[in-house]
């Protein structure tokens, strides 16, 4: 029997996630859109969000208060809107990544070990998505760049310092993602691309994770975690 799920924020992302989740016989038993109420999580047994940054931690504490797993990829949260997401994780099982993609979780699999071999090259990341998308940059973005170093730069103006990592983004037309990592040398670069042509590739992950979280009782848990559940080595 598969996990009943709500789904908290309706637009394209979530749309999208519905989509994927019926073909997959995932029973989704409420929506949540923006200004509804949240009972219908009281019926659920995972939540799933795709939704606006404010929507994110009244359905979470909504959620905990019931025992229910919450799962979400809602980005543009501040750093104290994220410290209270890890405290409600100690009560429930809560998952969260930028992005569920599969590309992207072996991307990251990839930078962590090339890193240690190019620690003396600069490192950029740049970003393209959609003439609608709320923040920039992307959360996926600033997830690369805090695996090549602590210091990120975003819209850097001036010259790079030492060990800094620079962040640079670019909105318009219907791009739904495209995420390209350089590594640069004295006389050479690496490029590492990944591009999205649908959020079909984003909504394949939710499953996974649903399925991930569904065994855990609490913690705040990422898309890599979840990577384990498809063949091949999980990053951890």
């Given at each position: 029997?598969?996990?009943?799920?709500?789904?908290?924020?309706y637009?394209?992302?979530?749309?999208?996630?519905?989509s994927?989740?019926?073909?997959r016989?995932?029973?989704v038993?409420?929506?949540?859109?923006?200004?509804?109420?949240?009972?219908?999580?009281?019926?659920?047994d995972?939540?799933?969000?795709?939704?606006?940054?404010?929507?994110?931690l009244?359905?979470l504490?909504?959620a905990?208060?019931?025992?229910?797993?919450?799962?979400?990829?809602?980005t543009g949260?501040?750093p104290e809107?994220?410290?209270?997401?890890?405290?409600i994780?100690?009560?429930?099982?809560?998952?969260?990544?930028?992005?569920?993609?599969?590309?992207i979780?072996?991307?990251?699999l990839?930078?962590?070990?090339?890193?240690?071999l190019?620690?003396?090259?600069?490192?950029e990341v740049?970003?393209?998505?959609?003439?609608?998308?709320?923040d920039?940059?992307?959360?996926?973005?600033?997830?690369?760049?805090?695996?090549?170093?602590?210091?990120?730069?975003?819209n850097?103006?001036?010259p790079?310092?030492?060990?800094?990592?620079?962040?640079?983004s670019v909105?318009?037309?219907?791009?739904?993602?495209?995420h390209?990592?350089f590594?640069?040398?004295?006389g050479?670069?690496?490029e590492?691309?990944h591009?999205?042509?649908s959020?079909?590739?984003?909504?394949?992950?939710v499953p996974?994770?649903?399925d991930?979280?569904?065994?855990k009782?609490?913690g705040?848990?990422t898309f890599?975690?979840?990577?384990?559940?498809y063949?091949g080595?999980?990053p951890?």
């Amino acid at each position: 029997m598969k996990p009943k799920v709500v789904l908290v924020g309706y637009g394209r992302m979530g749309k999208e996630v519905h989509s994927v989740l019926r073909e997959r016989g995932y029973p989704v038993v409420g929506i949540v859109e923006r200004g509804g109420g949240l009972e219908a999580i009281d019926g659920a047994d995972v939540v799933v969000e795709f939704a606006l940054p404010e929507a994110t931690l009244p359905a979470l504490r909504y959620a905990a208060e019931r025992g229910k797993r919450y799962v979400f990829g809602t980005t543009g949260h501040t750093p104290e809107q994220m410290e209270e997401v890890r405290k409600i994780s100690e009560r429930t099982a809560v998952l969260y990544s930028p992005n569920f993609s599969r590309g992207i979780a072996v991307l990251k699999l990839v930078l962590r070990r090339v890193l240690p071999l190019l620690e003396d090259w600069d490192r950029e990341v740049f970003e393209i998505h959609h003439r609608w998308k709320k923040d920039a940059p992307s959360g996926t973005a600033l997830a690369l760049a805090r695996i090549l170093g602590e210091e990120i730069n975003v819209n850097r103006r001036g010259p790079r310092k030492e060990g800094e990592v620079g962040v640079a983004s670019v909105r318009g037309g219907d791009v739904f993602g495209e995420h390209t990592v350089f590594f640069f040398g004295e006389g050479e670069r690496l490029e590492f691309t990944h591009r999205l042509t649908s959020r079909r590739a984003l909504a394949l992950g939710v499953p996974p994770a649903i399925d991930f979280i569904m065994g855990k009782d609490r913690g705040l848990y990422t898309f890599d975690d979840v990577l384990g559940a498809y063949p091949g080595e999980s990053p951890q």
